[in-house]
């Protein structure tokens, strides 16, 4: 599965318009690395605990997005855009979405 944030893919001809095709992920932060990212915060520097945390919710929407374009018969996504969401009452969810067209390729 061919995976671009461009329109269009250099050397390969889009044959098919399938539809466009999402990949969600909700992923809540727990205590302990809330409590790490407030000590980066205060101290200064990266926060290693978020930054993982946010990795893996991009790769898993990512995924997500792939399944479902191959699930309608695509052999590809293109114009991918991922966007980032703080959700809950405490802001301590995130969300992420990956979203692009799927389509054939040839």
Known sequence: ?????????????IVEYKGIVFGEIVSGVDFIKDFAAGLTNFFGGRSNSYEGELIEARQNAIEEMKNRAFQMGANAVVGVDIDYEILG??????????????????
Do not use: D, F, H
């Open 89 to 106: 009452s405490a802001n301590n969810m995130m969300m992420v979405i990956a979203s692009g067209t799927a389509v054939v390729v040839e």
């Open 1 to 13: 599965m061919i995976i671009s944030t461009t329109p269009t893919l250099e050397g390969k001809k």
